[in-house]
């Protein structure tokens, strides 16, 4: 009598009713193992599949249109226009640096190295516990006389309540900077000597009074490879960096504390460091607040400028990424947990529906989708590798069929991120701990 009633609401005229087939699914669902075909549970993965990959392909249209219109800026000699340009200008670059002593070496000598003449090299140790001091120090006694007033070292003070480390700073180095152009770069960074001299170029070509810039990440090991190349994956695949120069919401706007060069008046108008003091970040806000207070702004490609290699591990980087990844979503837990369940309905179910089709009933239908999802973010991967990435590019290359696993990573350390957020304790980054706030 059962086997009637199923062929009945199934369609099947009587007698004809198909072989019941009990598959792991229906054991699950159906204890009684009774499997009432119903496609319930294969319509609605027929749904969410088809709902990923229509997002998925906003986002491949984001990224292809920014592959496209995103300047990448090169390095080049002073032309006569820039000349007339820049005639009488001073450049202060500015260098916090807390326990740098495995890249302070790198930074430094790159700057120094710089083509432009009138330039300032301000490194402020903020109470290293290594030798970043000692280095820098070395460093100026070695240059020639006429070259050591080029590069001065500063010594931090003590950190006042509700400020953030790196943010007192860097309003320390630019009260004591005299340039009529701020440049806030990294102890991490590497800088081709004529990359002082592009950035200005293209600031004053492009009428700006702030250039932020997408550097070449180093990566050398297995975690930063899985992990940072994230950074500029979210960013090409959510902001239409071509209308950031263009349009004035604040929205349309990014920082990279790896390389943040400001018109003094632009800096200090909004306030600078001191109006986000207690902010993780800082550098995408201030960049807003360029925005909100009226000035243009610009983001380019500068991987034939800089170089950085953010964390030398495993460790860093979760301890990196847990400092700065709730701060994304201004501390806002639901946007968080969405943002949780949006990666992994794009970027985990889909291989996850593939590797279990054999184990769980599929329609064709849902299988495809789940396929076309995961070659879609692949392939941005790749495309983004391509772009971006010149060492060891063929393990690069490989590793974008992980990307899977690149999220679910990134996952976890929101979670503790989060995790952090909520402790008593607070952010703990580089010895010190402070609280996380929200505006």
């Known amino acids: 009598m059962q086997e009637i009633l199923i062929a009945l609401l199934l369609g099947h005229p009587q007698g004809d009713a198909p072989p019941i087939q009990r598959n792991a699914l229906d054991m699950f669902v159906y204890g009684r193992g009774i499997p009432l075909r119903v496609p319930l549970f294969d319509t609605i993965l027929q749904l969410l599949s088809v709902s990923v990959l229509l997002i998925l392909c906003v986002l491949f249209l984001i990224l292809i249109i920014n592959l496209f219109t995103f300047y990448r800026l090169r390095p080049h000699s002073t032309t006569q226009s820039t000349a007339q340009n820049t005639v009488g200008l001073l450049i202060s670059v500015l260098v916090p640096a807390r326990d740098e002593e495995q890249s302070i070496e790198r930074c430094v000598r790159s700057l120094v190295a710089q083509t432009y003449e009138r330039l300032e090299i301000l490194?402020?140790?903020d109470h290293s516990s290594d030798t970043t001091a000692a280095i820098v120090q070395r460093i100026i006694s070695e240059l020639p006389l006429q070259q050591q007033g080029r590069l001065r070292l500063l010594q931090g003070d003590e950190l006042p309540l509700g400020w953030g480390g790196k943010n007192f700073a860097c309003h320390q180095l630019a009260q004591h900077a005299h340039g009529d152009y701020?440049?806030?770069?990294?102890?991490?960074?590497?800088?081709?000597?004529?990359m002082v001299v592009s950035v200005l170029d293209y600031m004053q070509d492009q009428s700006v009074s702030l250039l932020t810039a997408q550097p070449t990440y180093e990566l050398n090991s297995l975690g930063e490879r899985l992990v940072v190349p994230l950074l500029t994956f979210t960013i090409l695949t959510l902001l239409p960096v071509a209308l950031i120069p263009v349009r004035p919401e604040p929205s349309l706007a990014t920082g990279n504390g790896q390389l943040l060069c400001f018109e003094r008046s632009a800096y200090t108008s909004t306030g600078g460091h001191e109006s986000v003091k207690n902010r993780i970040l800082e550098d995408v806000l201030l960049a807003r607040a360029v925005k909100a207070a009226g000035f243009r702004m610009v983001f380019v490609d500068a991987q034939d400028l800089v170089r950085c290699r953010m964390y030398r591990s495993f460790a860093e980087i979760w301890s990196g990424f847990s400092k700065n990844l709730f701060a994304f979503y201004n501390y806002a837990l639901p946007f968080a947990l969405i943002g949780?369940?949006?990666?992994?309905?794009?970027?985990i179910v889909p291989p996850l529906l593939i590797l279990a089709a054999p184990f769980i009933h599929l329609s064709p239908a849902t299988l495809l989708y789940a396929m076309s999802a995961y070659v879609l973010a692949v392939l941005m991967r790749v495309l983004l590798t391509l772009r971006f990435t010149h060492v060891q590019q063929g393990r690069m290359l490989l590793l974008c069929f992980l990307h899977p696993l690149s999220i679910a990573l990134e996952c976890l350390i929101l979670l503790n991120s989060i995790r952090w957020h909520y402790r008593k304790e607070g952010t703990m980054w580089k010895g010190r701990r402070y609280a996380t706030t929200q505006k």
């Open 340 to 347: 949780i369940l949006l990666n992994a309905l794009l970027f």
């Open 182 to 194: 701020l440049f806030f770069t990294d102890a991490d960074t590497i800088h081709d000597p004529k």
């Open 123 to 125: 490194v402020l140790d």
